[in-house]
């Protein structure tokens, strides 16, 4: 079965870390570009960050510098380690994988997760 699966999220104070993991099944992923999504309550789902070939990384101006994201192609499982996060990172934190297009729309992406929950206090 083709699928994404998210895990890792919780309850952290600000200035906390914590890593994602995107445990993929049924296909490779390190022969698809891959992303990083977060949907905040109330709001639509934003592109974070971003890996394609070489491998090629972007990220969104809010979390350049204390997030970074990486596959582990022996693990089939793609990562986002979050360092310094503020509650405005709060939200569900959902991983896609990609195909041809604006890196940052969601229309871009043919296979997503369900989502694991990331909340930050202050």
């Known amino acids: 079965q083709v699928q994404l699966q998210e895990s890792g999220g919780g309850s952290v104070q600000s200035g906390g870390s914590l890593r994602l993991s995107c445990e993929a099944s049924?296909?490779?992923?390190?022969?698809?570009?891959m992303a990083w999504f977060r949907q905040a309550p109330g709001k639509q789902r934003e592109g974070l960050a971003y890996i394609g070939g070489d491998p090629y990384t972007e990220y969104r101006t809010s979390v350049k510098g204390r997030f970074t994201i990486s596959k582990d192609n022996a693990e089939n499982t793609l990562y986002l380690q979050m360092n310094s996060l503020k509650p405005e990172d709060t939200g569900t934190y959902y991983c896609?994988?990609?195909?041809?297009?604006?890196?940052?729309?969601?229309?871009?992406?043919?296979?997503w997760g369900r989502g694991t929950q990331v909340t930050v206090s202050s």
């Open positions: 896609a994988r990609g195909g041809m297009g604006d890196i940052w729309m969601p229309s871009t992406y043919d296979l």
């Open positions: 049924g296909f490779v992923i390190r022969h698809y570009p």
